[in-house]
Nanobody
Framework: QVQFVESGGGLVQAGGSLRLSCAAS?????IGWYRQAPGAQRELVAS????????NYADSVKGRFTISRDNAKRTVFLQMNTLKPEDTAVYYC?????????WGQGTQVTVSS
């Protein structure tokens, strides 16, 4: 299994930006950023192919979030702009589909109104 360590979360005001990082323990193909808000199911918000050519976004974040990766450093990023209170959640990265791969601790993102 590939393990992931997420970082970069924090408290930000609505309209602000954050950049999340995800360090992987091994090589991976498609990787996604997921998030889970309190009382909600975990959802996939962005994904990127192994070579970084193809990306996909949930409608709720399209145009505001950008996923990228540096395969030499085994790191995936999520640039989040124009943040909204509804973006508040714990953010995780994992392979896509996540299947049985284990989850990291995630990083908390809190957006105040």
């Amino acid at each position: 299994q590939v393990q992931f360590v997420e970082s970069g979360g924090g408290l930000v005001q609505a309209g602000g930006s954050l950049r999340l990082s995800c360090a992987a323990s091994g090589s991976t193909f498609s990787i996604g950023w997921y998030r889970q808000a309190p009382g909600a199911q975990r959802e996939l918000v962005a994904s990127i192919s192994g070579g970084g050519t193809y990306t996909n976004y949930a409608d709720s974040v399209k145009g505001r979030f950008t996923i990228s990766r540096d395969n030499a450093k085994r790191t995936v990023f999520l640039q989040m702009n124009t943040l909204k209170p509804e973006d508040t959640a714990v953010y995780y990265c994992n392979v896509v589909p996540s299947g049985g791969n284990s989850w990291g601790q995630g990083t908390q993102v809190t957006v105040s109104s």
